[in-house]
């Protein structure tokens, strides 16, 4: 895996291979739910309510996922300039997604959009949650440039949405009579979502140690 320093992209189409590149990769071999389990929680909204609807949280995640991907690349580069250590990684960057959240919920202030309410009850659970730190930590481990870490921002939005998206469509199915009754709710989705990590291990070239 590439973890150089950014520079400037030698073309357009050189930046959008790396932009891109990284993004997919965020949507399938490293997706945030089914591969690193970021997110796996009714609280973040995987598991849809009745009050909210999980395609506008997936949409307002990535969103805030590829604003705050440049701003932690910055802040993070500057804290650690200055001799912050990894145990400050998560302060930090949970002080980059205050202020990334404070502008979303200006701007949804300012503009009136179709289901702004809905937007403005959501927007913190889309901001601090597991997956949108984890996806930042990750960034920072892996030395990633600034466009590398916008893709993979993107992408784990994305990826995110994807895993909502699956599980939404299957919960008709998981709510069968078949299922025993102990295993239904959220024990039948987390087997059903382990099935497909195992699926998406087996898709990317991941082996299974015994």
Not at 57 to 75: D, E, H, R, S
Not at 115 to 136: M, S
Not at 137 to 152: A, K, N, V
Request: with cysteine; net charge positive.
């Amino acid at each position: 895996m590439n973890t150089a320093i950014f520079a400037p992209a030698g073309s357009l189409s050189e930046a959008l291979t790396i932009f891109f590149g990284y993004a997919m990769m965020a949507v399938l071999a490293q997706n945030a739910v089914f591969t690193r389990a970021l997110g796996v929680s009714r609280l973040v909204q995987l598991v849809g309510d009745e009050r909210t609807n999980s395609v506008l949280f997936g949409i307002l995640q990535c969103i805030t996922q590829l604003l705050l991907a440049p701003l932690a690349w910055y802040v993070g580069g500057m804290a650690a300039s200055f001799g912050l250590g990894a145990a400050s990684r998560p302060l930090v960057y949970l002080a980059c997604i205050a202020v990334v959240s404070v502008a979303e919920m200006v701007f949804l202030h300012l503009v009136k959009l179709p289901w702004q309410r809905q937007l403005l009850r959501i927007l913190p659970l889309a901001c601090l949650n597991t997956c949108v730190l984890g996806t930042l930590l990750l960034g920072r481990t892996q030395s990633f440039s600034l466009l590398q870490s916008m893709g993979f921002g993107l992408g784990s939005g994305v990826g995110y949405l994807l895993a909502v998206l699956l599980v939404t469509e299957a919960q008709n199915r998981l709510r069968s009579q078949a299922i025993p009754a102990a295993f239904r709710g959220m024990p039948i989705t987390l087997i059903y979502i382990g099935v497909l990590a195992l699926a998406i291990y087996g898709l990317t070239g991941h082996t299974v140690i015994l």
